[in-house]
């Protein structure tokens, strides 16, 4: 980063655990970058907060029913009051802009990203779901209009660092690795009679509901593997995952001679935010540092996929193609959504989306607007299903 120039960062979902500790790094490095554009869908009070203290000129709050008391709250503090996706979209296109950061929730973000992409903006990429749902798309559109897409997953950012040195040499393999969830030793019959409270106590990580579950029933894993596959260009056959407990190796690159390049460090999302937001800067932080010493030993064990059936899930959409990991998207965000609620059972995520993988309308070479559609139509399948209609 050039000397005393700072970064204009429009955060999308920054009520969000993301985009809050992106606001984190803001504030750590002032005379680095500036948040000018804060989003949220629900979180007016949080948003409003955050507009105040950071002193940002738009804000977007997507749920319209919260727009009026957003705009009272931030009365004669100079920020301009924006509602709905399509403002997101109009606003993530100004010049000021230098660097998106898509934190949004969901298949949600994928109009906002490709709105960004659109605009030749820099991507700081949360959102999983915009390259599961349409990945060859995504990144298609990036080349034509110049943008540059940095992964802000804890994996994918170590990946990303990995490859830093390795001067363009071919990867024979890239390792993800997983915390294992809070099911990680329990029984499949252990498994099966768990609800939310117990999913969503993640041993190593503090996220959102939604991303929780994912991780507790290793979808998230599943849609790591397919987002990999996009980002870096690799194979499905050259995606590995490994469960490492400690969470201590975020994901490693393995080359053609053997070598295996990691990239370490204790659990603290604000350090792939900050590597995406200041790249290829390294910025000070106030984190935790390894010391080997202490840390003593860590360990690595091979994924259950008779526990855990949404990494199969996943593998097989991916190798499926088309707009099948949309399919498989839509169904899990309905299915989580329904878990979360008592609805359905922990299992019954997984078997409502294996269902509607095999019933939802399959299409070999989407475009974005069938992509929409598809998300559409198997939100709809999956609700029949959780209500036993389908």
Same mark, same amino acid.
């Given at each position: 980063?050039?000397?005393?120039?700072?970064?204009?960062?429009?955060?999308?979902?920054?009520?969000? @655990?993301?985009?809050?500790?992106?606001?984190?790094?803001?504030?750590?490095?002032?005379?680095?970058?500036?948040?000018?554009?804060?989003?949220?869908?629900?979180?007016?009070?949080?948003?409003?907060?955050?507009?105040?203290? $950071?002193?940002?000129?738009?804000?977007?709050?997507?749920?319209?029913?919260?727009?009026?008391?957003?705009?009272?709250?931030?009365?004669? *503090?100079?920020?301009?009051?924006? @509602?709905?996706?399509?403002?997101?979209?109009?606003?993530?296109? +100004?010049?000021?802009?230098?660097?998106?950061?898509? +934190?949004?929730?969901? $298949?949600?973000?994928?109009?906002?990203?490709?709105?960004?992409?659109?605009?030749?903006?820099?991507?700081?990429?949360?959102?999983?779901?915009?390259?599961?749902?349409?990945?060859?798309?995504?990144?298609?559109?990036?080349?034509?209009?110049?943008?540059?897409?940095?992964?802000?997953?804890?994996? *994918?950012?170590?990946?990303?660092?990995?490859?830093?040195? @390795?001067?363009?040499?071919?990867?024979?393999?890239? *390792?993800?690795?997983?915390?294992?969830?809070?099911?990680?030793?329990?029984?499949?019959?252990?498994?099966?009679?768990?609800?939310?409270?117990?999913?969503?106590?993640?041993?190593?990580?503090? %996220?959102?509901?939604?991303?929780?579950?994912? +991780?507790?029933? %290793?979808?998230?894993?599943?849609?790591?593997?397919?987002?990999?596959?996009?980002?870096?260009?690799?194979?499905?056959?050259?995606?590995?995952?490994?469960?490492?407990?400690?969470?201590?190796?975020?994901?490693?690159?393995?080359?053609?001679?053997?070598?295996?390049?990691?990239?370490?460090?204790?659990?603290?999302?604000?350090?792939?935010?900050?590597?995406?937001?200041?790249?290829?800067?390294?910025?000070?932080?106030?984190?935790?540092?390894?010391?080997?010493?202490?840390?003593?030993?860590?360990?690595? $064990?091979?994924?259950?996929?008779?526990?855990?059936?949404?990494?199969?899930?996943?593998?097989?959409?991916?190798?499926?193609?088309?707009?099948?990991?949309?399919?498989?998207?839509?169904?899990?965000?309905?299915?989580?959504?329904?878990?979360?609620?008592?609805?359905?059972?922990?299992?019954?995520?997984?078997?409502?989306?294996?269902?509607?993988?095999?019933?939802?309308?399959?299409?070999?070479?989407?475009?974005?607007? @069938?992509?929409?559609?598809?998300? +559409?139509?198997?939100?709809?399948?999956? *609700?029949?299903?959780?209500?036993?209609?389908?």
């Amino acid at each position: 980063m050039e000397e005393n120039s700072i970064r204009n960062v429009a955060i999308l979902g920054s009520t969000g @655990s993301i985009g809050r500790q992106a606001l984190d790094v803001i504030r750590l490095h002032p005379d680095r970058f500036r948040a000018v554009l804060l989003t949220a869908n629900n979180s007016w009070d949080m948003l409003c907060a955050q507009a105040m203290e $950071f002193n940002v000129k738009d804000i977007v709050i997507c749920n319209q029913d919260h727009y009026r008391k957003a705009s009272d709250t931030v009365s004669g *503090h100079g920020i301009s009051v924006h @509602s709905g996706m399509e403002a997101v979209c109009d606003l993530v296109s +100004s010049p000021e802009i230098d660097i998106v950061l898509t +934190s949004m929730v969901g $298949f949600s973000g994928l109009e906002s990203t490709v709105a960004a992409i659109k605009a030749g903006k820099t991507i700081a990429l949360a959102n999983k779901e915009t390259l599961v749902a349409a990945g060859g798309i995504v990144m298609e559109a990036a080349r034509k209009y110049g943008s540059r897409i940095l992964p802000v997953d804890s994996e *994918h950012s170590a990946i990303f660092q990995c490859l830093q040195g @390795s001067h363009g040499a071919a990867v024979e393999k890239i *390792h993800l690795t997983a915390s294992g969830g809070p099911f990680r030793t329990w029984t499949r019959e252990q498994i099966a009679a768990a609800g939310k409270e117990q999913a969503l106590k993640h041993p190593r990580w503090r %996220m959102g509901s939604k991303i929780t579950i994912d +991780s507790a029933t %290793m979808m998230n894993k599943g849609l790591e593997i397919i987002e990999a596959r996009w980002l870096f260009n690799v194979l499905p056959e050259k995606i590995n995952v490994v469960v490492h407990p400690q969470s201590i190796i975020h994901s490693m690159v393995e080359f053609a001679d053997g070598a295996v390049i990691a990239q370490l460090g204790h659990p603290d999302m604000r350090e792939p935010i900050q590597y995406a937001l200041g790249y290829p800067d390294r910025l000070p932080l106030d984190n935790r540092k390894l010391d080997f010493a202490e840390l003593g030993s860590i360990s690595f $064990f091979p994924p259950d996929p008779d526990r855990f059936p949404a990494l199969t899930l996943a593998y097989e959409a991916l190798d499926k193609g088309g707009n099948m990991p949309c399919i498989m998207n839509a169904a899990n965000e309905a299915a989580v959504a329904a878990f979360l609620e008592d609805r359905i059972g922990f299992y019954d995520i997984s078997r409502i989306i294996s269902e509607c993988m095999e019933e939802a309308e399959f299409i070999s070479e989407p475009d974005l607007e @069938s992509i929409f559609s598809t998300n +559409s139509a198997v939100l709809g399948l999956a *609700h029949r299903k959780i209500s036993g209609t389908a």
